[in-house]
């Protein structure tokens, strides 16, 4: 199995653009989570979703961020417009169905907002 | 609320030296417990977990680790450290009883070994 895929893995950006990360979860798995990790506050989670709906977007900074999963294998998460301190990586992680599910963690996207 | 406490942020070990990096967690039900290892500029990658049972759980790499429910702890061991073992750790609770499916991370401690 490939693993979680996610593109682009490092991105640099203008203050004001439109930035999109893309995450491929591995097949059969049906939760999706989004984490973003800073130094100054560690690995927390964003949203995640399950069979494709959004279960906990309580972590979702403002409303600038937006995450969509239009089907099993794919998911985006958008920040329009993005600003400094958006920068940080953000990992895409999935696992399977079932109480004792394991998260598998894609390599993560590396943001730079200038 | 559920919170991870990795009381460590830096540890030096020698080469071939033993090595224990400690975990607290407060959660209000039985909890999943999970350790996960970051090299730099790479993903979380996982060592070991522990759902019930045995409280001594073995995982990849020779790493092993202690669930102490009086104790609230997860400490995380390995008896020889080897030079790759150089990385970022997370502790990470969540799942369990509550069904909880996110996962909430200590803030990481990070090894550094030494030749």
């Known amino acids: 199995d490939a693993g979680v895929i996610q593109s682009p893995r490092h991105e640099v950006t203008e203050m004001g653009q439109e930035v999109t990360l893309r995450c491929k979860p591995i097949?059969?798995?049906?939760?999706l989570f989004w984490y973003r990790q800073t130094m100054m506050r560690g690995l927390e989670l964003l949203i995640y979703?399950?069979?494709?709906?959004?279960?906990?977007d309580s972590g979702m900074p403002e409303d600038r961020f937006s995450a969509k999963m239009p089907n099993a294998s794919f998911s985006t998460l958008k920040i329009q417009p993005s600003e400094p301190r958006d920068s940080a990586v953000y990992f895409c992680?999935?696992?399977?169905?079932?109480?004792?599910?394991?998260?598998?963690f894609g390599p993560g996207t590396r943001l730079l907002v200038l | 609320a559920q919170s991870v406490t990795q009381p460590d942020i830096h540890i030096t070990v020698s080469e071939g030296a033993s090595l224990e990096l400690r975990c607290n967690y407060s959660?209000?039900?039985?909890?999943?417990l999970f350790w996960y290892v970051q090299s730099p500029g790479q993903g979380l990658q996982l060592l070991l977990k522990?759902?019930?049972?045995?409280?001594l759980v073995q995982g990849i790499k020779g790493f092993e680790a202690e669930f102490k429910r009086s104790q609230s702890s997860f400490n995380l061991r390995k008896p020889s450290v080897h030079w790759s073992d150089a990385a970022e750790y997370f502790c990470a609770v969540g799942g369990g009883d509550t069904g909880r499916r996110a996962l909430t991370f200590g803030s990481g401690t990070r090894l550094q070994v030494q030749p």
């Open positions: 959660y209000g039900a039985t909890p999943y």
């Open positions: 097949s059969g798995h049906d939760y």
């Open positions: 979703f399950n069979n494709n709906v959004p279960i906990d």
């Open positions: 992680a999935s696992s399977h169905r079932g109480r004792r599910e394991t998260q598998y």
């Open positions: 522990y759902f019930s049972g045995d409280t």
